[in-house]
Nanobody, 120 residues
């Protein structure tokens, strides 16, 4: 499964940004999808996920109420809506697919990252 993440950029604290993850030649109907991020000098961390039905299933506590994951009607794009961004949200964001489970448990396909920079 080839994934393409896009939508990153430079924003100010408090702004919103929407990231997209497109499945090339596939739809997400059969996959659980998750977003991860990796800040400079830190390990990659899980952010949020949806199951195969497109229902949100888990999220990082620090993004609760600010980040929302959804799947497009065509089911070949997954979005990460990020509101009230903070400088600590600065990171490279990655989308990933778990093709082996109904819920997102263990990614086995990754997209390239998209950089989000939040200035204070």
């Amino acid at each position: 499964v080839q994934l393409q993440a896009s939508g990153g950029g430079l924003v100010q604290a408090g702004d919103s940004l929407r990231l997209s993850c497109a499945a090339v030649g596939h739809t997400f109907s059969n996959y659980a999808v998750g977003w991860f991020r990796q800040a400079p000098g830190k390990e990659r961390e899980f952010v949020v996920s949806i199951n195969r039905r497109g229902e949100p299933t888990d999220h990082l506590q620090s993004v609760k109420g600010r980040f929302h994951i959804s799947r497009g009607n065509a089911k070949n794009t997954v979005y990460l809506q990020m509101d009230s961004l903070k400088p600590e949200d600065t990171a490279v964001y990655y989308c990933a697919v778990d093709s082996g489970h109904y819920n997102f448990i263990r990614p086995d396909y990754w997209g390239q990252g998209t950089l989000v920079t939040v200035s204070s």
